[in-house]
Nanobody, 122 residues
Framework: QVQLVESGGGLVQAGGSLRLSCTASGSILSIYAMGWYRQAPGKQRELVATITSGDSPNYADSVKGRFTISRDNAKNMVYLQMNSLKPEDTTVYYC????????????????WGQGTQVTVSS
């Protein structure tokens, strides 16, 4: 009923930039927050950045000053501009959205994308 599709991952040299995009589609009534998480093999998924419907962003300390999150509410899209990338940013990035749907109109559920690989070479 709801799909999140990410794009924009890839391979970049250290110091370079990438822009991730995520589109939410389906029987959506409203989206409260959208964001990006990442998960390295054998580690827990961690927050990278989130943004609410009121455009209030929140960043992990490790990406502050380098990454910028933004969203287009009309298109149900969220973006992550990643600058000054480091090899330690290498991992799979997941889009997340807290969505109220026509099936569950009274509460929000979390939905996840399939993930997009970001690789930063040194």
């Amino acid at each position: 009923q709801v799909q999140l599709v990410e794009s924009g991952g890839g391979l970049v040299q250290a110091g370079g930039s990438l822009r991730l995009s995520c589109t939410a589609s389906g029987s959506i009534l409203s989206i409260y927050a959208m964001g990006w998480y990442r998960q390295a093999p054998g580690k827990q998924r961690e927050l990278v950045a989130t943004i609410t419907s009121g455009d209030s962003p929140n960043y992990a300390d490790s990406v502050k000053g380098r990454f910028t999150i933004s969203r287009d509410n009309a298109k149900n899209m969220v973006y992550l501009q990643m600058n000054s990338l480091k090899p330690e940013d290498t991992t799979v990035y997941y889009c997340n959205a807290r969505i109220r749907t026509r099936v569950t109109p009274t509460f929000f559920n979390d939905y996840w994308g399939q993930g997009t690989q970001v690789t930063v070479s040194s």
